[in-house]
């Protein structure tokens, strides 16, 4: 999922499908702060993922865990 939120391709293969990735632009940097002792599961990083970064393009992150069922 990391080069999910950094590249602008699609069609990441899952098992259950190929996945739309509208989300660009995120930094190795940002993604590694969200990652705090406190943050214990992927929705707690979506969300501190978010928090910290301003609600960046938030729908669109929202449905790519959501893809991958989170």
């Known amino acids: 999922m990391r080069y999910n939120?950094?590249?602008?391709?699609?069609?990441?293969?899952?098992?259950f499908g190929f996945n739309t990735d509208d989300v660009s632009?995120?930094?190795?940097?940002?993604?590694?702060?969200?990652?705090?002792?406190?943050?214990?599961?992927?929705p707690a990083f979506r969300d501190r993922l978010l928090q910290?970064?301003?609600n960046n393009q938030?729908?669109?992150?929202n449905l790519l865990f959501q893809?991958?069922?989170y």
């Open 25 to 42: 632009g995120y930094t190795n940097q940002q993604i590694f702060n969200a990652l705090q002792s406190d943050v214990r599961s992927i």
């Open 58 to 61: 938030a729908a669109n992150v």
């Open 67 to 69: 893809q991958y069922g």
């Open 5 to 15: 939120l950094i590249d602008n391709r699609n069609g990441v293969a899952l098992p």
């Open 52 to 54: 910290q970064n301003g």
